[in-house]
């Protein structure tokens, strides 16, 4: 189970992603929040919320916060009515991408989705227009070094569909997202603990860039990313070695 993939949401952008740590608490409490209304707040029962509270303890937001966002979900606290939106379209050089939000006023969010569409030469597309290229999997990340045939036992043993060695030879274990749990558990257990651990969208075919356009479109990533109203970001970019390797 080996190959070649760069489809992970773009590693490179993580050094700015957290310089706006305030941005990003903002996101995780909404998060949290919509998990708790949903499913009750209860992590043990509430699989989407224990997911989203161990992300938030991964970032440090203050255990009072994230109480705090429990209860507003689940009515105990006052506190905003927000929705679940996605938007679809495509960036330069046809680049599929979707945009999940979560919102107090849908018109602000997708006339804000649209302009960092439009200025990076992209456009919105219409409900299902990009979906079909993605498929929701868990993922479960290891830095180059990582020994991959201890991972791979494990990770066979245990559900996963794939473990993916990337260009950089650093490892992906790919699992259904009912398995998620299990397998991060298994993992850990197992003395391998990955780096990074969440269950996203996976696109199945990707979208080559050259570097010239590859930065015009991580701009336009990193402008959807400043919303406030955004919550994640998928795209089928293939972004070149050469551009990762030097914001690396």
Known sequence: MAGHSKWANIRFRKGAQDARRGKIFTKLIREITMSARQGGGDPASN?????????A????????????????????????????VRYEGYGPSGVAVMVDCLTDNRNRTVADVRHAFTKFGGNLGADGSVAYLFENVGVLSYPPGTEEDEVMAIAIEHGASDVVVNSDQSLDVICVPDNFEALQAAL???KLPPGDAEVTM??????????????????????????DDVQQVYSNADFPDELLERSA
């Open 202 to 227: 996976r696109a199945g075919v990707r979208t080559e860039l050259d570097v010239e356009t590859a930065q015009s479109f991580a701009k336009m990533l990193d402008l959807l990313d400043d919303l």
């Open 47 to 55: 699989s989407r919320l224990r997911v989203a509270i161990d992300k």
């Open 57 to 84: 303890k991964a970032q440090s937001v203050p255990k009072d916060n994230i109480d705090r966002a429990v209860k507003r979900g689940t009515g105990e606290l006052d506190g905003e009515h927000y929705e679940e």
């Open 188 to 190: 850990i257990a197992g």
